[in-house]
């Protein structure tokens, strides 16, 4: 008897190894003790948010007793957080930005779900740089959406093919979707990257009646190191769709605030904002968070103390150099994504279980042969797994 259907069957087996490294863990904690395990396989924001969140939740606790202080909203998000989102967002993307180009979604998750509902027909095609977040794929299938990686180059730091990427479009491809900084890799796009990628969807754009959009998904975009910088995409084509949260920058991961916004010149936009709201209502959201909508927008201009991420990257980064790993430093996000000693991820996360090391082998996100560590854990724990990353290793090369 089959209880789900075949796509969704499909969908559960692609994303079951970060399932499967997440039940590993708790098998492990309880079998050895929380703190005998250095558990790397989840991205969940752990530093606190701005010293500021106690004083806004508060406001917002007093205001909350009175009439409609917790009701429904407009599907699109409160209209005064929409403006204060479209000043932040001009700021940030170096393009002018009104609350009307802006819809508050519930998380990034749910704002790539409400467009792709929007815009994508059966059979249409999301191209997107491999490796990638493994949920893009049900994302855009649940519409009947078709996600086409096109494998990255490692040793350019992880730089996407753009000849591949050029030549994998066809009638059926809707969109391309980039993440920077990019999860699992920590790459961060180039300006003239992004440009690149976004002349071809111009061109592309001058035979179409349906348009190829350039989605540029931001959740890490406040997580750059060694004075790297994210450059803005909105500027660079009038079929850019920016996509964000503040799951990371704040440590609101569990309040679920995220953002879609339609350039301010796009061809019909209009159509394509008053789409998104309807999707996003109709789909189940009905409205963002109203405590994280009021929120986000007293803290647009905080973040987390990103220097405490800075720390744990380079002390990542010395365990694994240390260790004898091979990988490509991060420039953002928090993630490393090292290449496996001989080739074969499921040997090393096998070597590294044995050790009380969780990590998510490559294959995972479209690309075996590394695996992805989070460093969304403590300096301790990171410092802890030093000698057993040094034995995994070891192990995979006796064979």
Not at 7 to 34: A, D, P, V
Not at 343 to 360: M, P, R, S
Request: with cysteine; glycine share 8%; aromatic share 8%.
């Amino acid at each position: 008897m089959q209880t789900v259907t075949d796509q969704i069957k499909k969908s559960m087996e692609g994303s079951s190894w970060i399932r499967k490294m997440f039940e590993k863990g708790i098998e492990l904690k309880k079998q050895y003790g929380t703190d005998a395990v250095c558990d790397f396989s989840l991205g969940n924001p752990d530093v606190p948010p701005p010293a500021a969140t106690q004083a806004v939740l508060e406001k917002i606790a007093a205001d909350a007793v009175k009439p409609l202080g917790l009701g429904y909203c407009p599907n699109a998000g409160i209209p005064a957080v929409r403006e204060a989102m479209a000043g932040y967002i001009t700021k940030q993307q170096n393009l002018a930005v009104k609350g009307g180009n802006v819809i508050l979604t519930v998380g990034a998750a749910g704002a790539l779900v409400s467009f792709f509902r929007a815009v994508i027909d059966p059979g249409d095609e999301v191209i997107c740089p491999a490796p990638y977040f493994v949920e893009y794929a049900s994302y855009c299938g649940h519409f009947g959406g078709v996600l086409k990686p096109i494998a990255s180059k490692p040793d350019e730091g992880f730089r996407p093919d753009f000849d591949a990427m050029e030549k994998a479009i066809t009638p059926k491809t809707r969109a391309i979707l980039v993440n920077s900084p990019n999860n699992p890799t920590g790459c961060i796009y180039a300006a003239e990257d992004m440009k690149r990628l976004a002349d071809i969807v111009n061109k592309v754009n001058e035979t179409r009646e349906r348009p190829l959009f350039l989605l540029s998904d931001e959740p890490y975009r406040a997580f750059a190191y060694d004075g790297a910088v994210v450059p803005p995409v909105l500027p660079l084509t009038p079929y850019a769709v920016v996509l964000g949260s503040f799951s990371k920058t704040l440590s609101l991961a569990g309040e679920r605030i995220g953002y879609v916004v339609i350039h301010p010149d796009m061809p019909d936009g209009a159509t394509l904002v008053n789409a998104v709201t309807l999707t996003n209502r109709t789909l189940g959201f009905v409205n963002a968070p109203v405590i994280g909508q009021k929120l986000a927008a007293a803290l647009l201009d905080a973040t987390v103390d990103l220097d405490i991420y800075d720390r744990r990257r380079k002390l990542m980064a010395k365990v694994l150099t240390e260790a004898g790993v091979e990988f490509v430093m991060p420039r953002g996000a928090f993630y490393f994504f090292p290449k496996a000693p001989g080739g074969d991820d499921l040997k090393f996360v096998d070597a590294l279980q044995k050790e009380l090391i969780l990590v998510v082998p490559g294959r995972g996100f479209g690309m075996a042969g590394h695996v992805r560590l989070s460093c969304s854990v403590d300096e301790a724990i990171i410092a802890r797994s030093a000698e057993g990353f040094k034995r995994a290793v070891q192990a995979c090369r006796l064979g």
